[in-house]
């Protein structure tokens, strides 16, 4: 026999059970756990790739660095399975800190792998700067709207702080590309700022914090949408509950069949 318990379309919402918020917590714990398996994962592919394309000195280097990146990834993990439902979210913030800020300084640093040594500028004329984008779409697998927000505001500040000590080099040459292009300089000498090794173009900053930006908007609003009607489907006891999301109010219903299963309708 399959019984259904109707939830009303007026009025206020339900009270949630508070079984079902501890396992959406325990959802969202284990979408951060899964975020760290992705990024040793990551990391191990990395120390691969510089074994194959650099000298073996330059390659232990990294592996090393690699390395201590992933124990302390493990040590998170190991915090965050024994802490409470409301303090596990504290070392996991921790190290989304630390994550922003080591790749937003390796991105924003020249590259030590050539013989050659480039002026600190050149490194921000890269397409490099995509990976932060990628760790802030890597957030996602935690579920956590939280933890979203706050990966993409440690990712732009991260940023931002870098690309400021960059501009405030001495050498650096801060004219802004819009400027260069509303001056009365012949198309030559406009070309010629642009291709300066030590041009840091402020137009470009700006595109690439609105970049992380927009892309944090977009995880959170289709977690707001997506986590009520897909994964709190999941996760939830199969019971009635009402869910109101950021974006409107979403009724889920359950369907609980005699052998305990819940149906789907």
Known sequence: MTGFVPIPRNGA???????????????????FQLQLK???????LLTGVFVLTTTLERA????????????????????????????????AAILIVLDVVVLSV????????PDYEWPPQVALRFSSFLYLPLYVMG??????????LWTGMSAAFAWSVCVWWTV???DTVTVGSARIVDTDLAPADQLRIW???????????????LDLLVSEAVFLAAQAQGVPRETLERFAPPRAVPIRGRLGSISVCAL????????RP
């Open 106 to 113: 390796t991105l924003a640093s020249p590259n030590l792998l």
């Open 60 to 91: 232990l280097t990294y592996a090393a660095f690699f390395a201590a990146l992933v124990l302390v990834g493990w040590i998170v993990d190991r915090l965050v399975s024994r802490l409470p439902a409301t303090l596990w979210r504290v070392p």
């Open 13 to 31: 919402p339900e009270s949630p059970d508070p079984s079902w918020i501890s396992d959406l917590r325990d959802a969202e714990r284990s979408g």
């Open 38 to 44: 992705v990024r040793a994962t990551v990391l191990a």
């Open 195 to 209: 291709l300066d090794p030590h041009f840091v173009s402020e137009v470009g900053y700006q595109s690439q914090v």
């Open 139 to 148: 957030s996602a697998l935690t579920t956590s709207p939280l933890l979203v």
């Open 168 to 170: 405030r080099l001495p």
């Open 256 to 263: 609980r069949s005699s052998d305990g299963s819940p149906d």
